[in-house]
């Protein structure tokens, strides 16, 4: 069992380099064999062609370029061979080769809404485009973006791929328990505590006074850069409150696949270039859009955001609302989950009785030690029912509200029982499942297709059949 949670987060979680998922030829465990590749010597020409999958060719600067993605994520690198990395290249030009002959599509347009936004992480992680340039050892600009297209679009193919040959890999209760039941006692996996929260949150309310001041300084804003009284750009570095935007002067790529709330996708696909809307109203706040240009299913522009602000009055008011709350909650005249269906502000927790999700394994239990910081010093001193007493929370925005939290169930720490951790046991047996989906896969795909690998890189040990001896 711990080796095959081991294959599983190696798998599904960590390294993953030019936007692929699995590394199969990375994997180290006692349940895959060990890669123990010879060195590869240098005196290859840098660019020389060293392996060919289908239509795609690897090079031997492809693994150098590797090398830099792994650590630009902060990973390390001194256990990883040349060998080993070639493996993963071969793979992930396997699942792209076949994805086009599967007839998956990527469009472009996808591809260059996710290269923006990876171009200027990396050019901020560098420091300028110049630094990116000579990381990469790419001429130009323009030079990089083709190649980084490339790259990306082949990611995106072997992705997609993966996610076909998976996608239809079940497991049933059977599966599950003979999966947990071939492991001895002892190699039995040690869950840490955890917990389930549950929470009520009141929002102040927002007076219509204070919205209007921000209608009127949209508008403001929106006849000036009319007008030609200062540009768009520079009203959203001063004033927006959207941080994540601000500094680039309220810019966005938007495509009509992003996930973004209502209100503002159907505002941005309805101007015309050069058009600016209208004040309007999302769950952020109150905004107003440029549009710089249209390009088929996507749109450059820009926006400001602008929050109102909360009265005292108002905050004392969700104060003493949610106070009220509390106590016939811990009188016994209302039930914690009754009170957050009747009264909570949280559409996203108030159907299920305010109960919180994990986002990393979507299900209610909260790991002690993984949990987010601030919500872990809001509920480690609760004992299990037990009301918090009203806490003022914060969101990213600045915006506060109040908030009543309880403990609804706690686990000690135990070793893993079928009934008990039924769910966390049905992911690990569905994760060796689609491990071995892959491999069959792999295998059958390896003989059907063309593959070449060329020169010392032919002596490499690889986990994969890729010379096909």
């Known amino acids: 069992m711990k080796s095959i949670i081991k294959n599983a987060c190696l798998v599904f979680g960590v390294v993953a380099f030019f936007n692929a998922a699995s590394a199969q030829e990375i994997i180290q465990s006692d349940t895959v064999k060990t890669v123990a590749p010879k060195p590869v010597s240098q005196k290859q020409k840098i660019d020389g062609v060293i392996g060919v999958v289908g239509d795609y060719v690897i090079l031997d600067s492809d693994i150098d370029i590797a090398y830099i993605e792994i650590t630009s994520q902060g990973n390390p690198t001194k256990d990883i061979t040349r060998c080993q990395i070639l493996g993963k290249l071969l793979e992930d030009k396997l699942y792209a080769h076949q994805a086009i002959q599967d007839s998956i599509v990527v469009t472009d347009a996808e591809i260059n809404n996710m290269m923006e936004e990876r171009i200027d992480a990396f050019v901020e992680r560098a420091g300028s485009m110049e630094k990116l340039l000579k990381i990469y050892k790419r001429p130009t600009e323009e030079d990089f973006r083709t190649y980084f297209f490339d790259i990306l679009k082949m990611g995106k193919l072997t992705s997609e791929m993966r996610n076909k040959i998976i996608e239809a890999v079940e497991i049933t209760p ?15 996996p040690q869950i840490g505590a955890e917990i389930e929260v549950s929470q009520i949150v009141i929002n102040p309310e927002v007076t219509k006074a204070e919205k209007q001041k921000v209608i009127d300084k949209l508008n403001e804003f929106r006849t000036d850069v009319l007008s030609g009284n200062g540009s768009f750009f520079s009203k959203a570095v001063l004033y927006s409150k959207d941080e994540g935007t601000k500094s680039n002067g309220g ?26 809307s209208e004040p309007f109203e999302t769950e ?19 926006h400001i955001l602008l929050i109102p602000k909360i009265s005292e009055e108002a905050m004392q008011e969700a104060k003493d609302e949610i106070v009220g709350i509390r106590n016939k909650i811990v009188n016994g005249d209302i039930t914690f989950a009754d009170a957050a269906r009747s009264s909570s502000d949280e559409k996203e927790t108030r159907a299920n009785g305010g109960v919180l999700t994990n986002p990393q394994t979507l299900d209610p239990r909260f790991d002690l030690t993984k949990m987010d910081p601030s919500l872990y010093v809001q509920v480690s001193d609760l004992q299990e029912g037990q009301v918090s007493q009203p806490i003022v929370d914060e969101d990213r925005l600045g915006r ?21 951790d039924y769910l966390k046991i049905k992911d690990l047996a569905l994760k060796e499942k689609q491990i071995k989906a892959i491999g069959d896969w792999t295998e059958e795909k390896i003989k059907e297709t063309y593959i070449k690998i060329n020169g010392e890189y032919r002596e490499c040990t690889f986990v994969n059949n890729w010379v096909k001896k």
């Open 400 to 420: 506060k509200t109040y908030k009543l939290i309880t403990v609804t169930k706690r686990y000690d720490a135990h070793t893993a029982d079928y009934a008990l």
């Open 284 to 302: 952020y706040g109150w905004h107003i859009i440029m549009v710089e240009k249209i390009r088929g299913q996507d749109v450059d522009l820009r």
């Open 174 to 188: 059977e599966e599950v328990r003979t999966f947990f039941k071939k492991f001895p006692k002892e190699d039995l």
């Open 251 to 276: 810019f966005m790529r938007v495509n009509r696949k992003n996930n973004l709330v209502k209100e503002f996708k159907e505002r941005a696909f309805s101007l015309e270039e050069g058009q600016i």
